[in-house]
């Protein structure tokens, strides 16, 4: 279906809510907590002063979020078809016409490359990163990944998962075990949390003929894909060990309380949409939770 079978023509300026639908804010807000926890923790463990940081922390939370919210501007712009036909996404500027082709391709190309020129200024390797994620977003996953293979999810988990690498190397400059650790973090997190919300909206991926895992090879196959990234977040927070034994305990304590829940989906009476609701509302308050527990244990070891 083609934006012209929706509205005849633009209807007028994009509204700051059309906006937000566009470049997908509380995507790009959530993606800006592991950027500032790997920033701050980089700070932290290099021994460097806050205040000292405070620019080169400032600048990539700008820069992080121009190239996000580019990237999925252009997202939204190459999904036009896909969306008209999902009647959760049928509301979108880009769909219903309140955004032309050419301005939302202005606004994807002005947020990248302004975002790529902050993060240049702060060092080269957070502007390489920052690159390596629009590549990967914009090009294996959006473009390729998402209509070709059920695989689309684990493909799209690699440039979601660069924020806390931007953020460490903003401050550090190069890439440690710890950056890799929360990268890790960020990337077995993403399938659990996107194939819950795949299995909410299944029934509008197959009329979209988009292969999400849920889509393609039922609720069951995926509920074995979910379980796999839960046991791979379990040992992550020992490779974090220099946190202390107080992250660690806590830290598993919520990945237990995540594969807990998961676990409630084997009762014969158990509702699979209310189920994935739940461990969508657990992916979201995990990550929070995960990365404010990074940030206040690091401050108190600090102190």
Not at 116 to 131: K, R, S, Y
Not at 133 to 145: K, L
Not at 285 to 303: D, E, Q, T
Request: with cysteine; glycine share 8%.
């Amino acid at each position: 279906m083609s934006k012209s079978e929706v509205v005849p023509e633009t209807t007028g300026r994009i509204s700051y809510k059309e906006l937000k639908q566009v470049i997908k804010l509380g995507l790009v807000q959530g993606n800006l907590i592991p950027a500032f926890a790997g920033a701050w923790l980089a700070i932290v463990m290099t021994h460097q002063g806050f205040l000292a940081s405070m620019p080169q922390l400032i600048i990539m939370l700008i820069g992080s979020a121009l190239v996000m919210g580019g990237s999925c501007a252009i997202n939204n712009y190459y999904d036009q078809d896909v969306d008209a036909v999902m009647p959760s996404k049928q509301n979108r500027p880009t769909v219903n016409d309140r955004i032309t082709d050419r301005q939302l391709i202005m606004l994807s190309l002005g947020m990248m490359i302004v975002g790529e020129l902050l993060l240049f200024m702060i060092n080269v390797p957070a502007g390489v990163i920052g690159l390596a994620g629009i590549i990967g977003y914009v090009s294996f996953y959006s473009i390729w990944s998402k209509r070709h293979t059920t695989w689309n999810t684990v493909v799209g988990s690699f440039p979601g998962a660069v924020p806390p690498l931007i953020g460490w190397v903003a401050i550090e400059g190069h890439i440690s075990m710890m950056a890799l650790a929360l990268f890790a973090v960020v990337f077995a997190w993403q399938p659990i949390h996107f194939y819950a919300l795949a299995i909410k909206r299944s029934d509008e991926y197959r009329l979209a003929n988009v292969p999400m895992l849920p889509s393609v090879k039922g609720f069951n196959r995926t509920r074995i894909g979910m379980f796999i990234w839960l046991v791979v977040l379990l040992p992550l927070p020992f490779i974090m060990h220099e946190l202390g034994t107080t992250f660690m305990v806590l830290a598993t304590l919520l990945n237990l309380g995540w594969i807990g829940l998961g676990l409630t989906s084997f009762k014969v009476s158990t509702d699979k949409t209310k189920w994935a609701t739940k461990m969508f509302v657990y992916s979201l308050n995990y990550l929070v939770v995960f990365f404010a527990l990074v940030v206040v244990i690091s401050l108190i070891k600090m102190i």
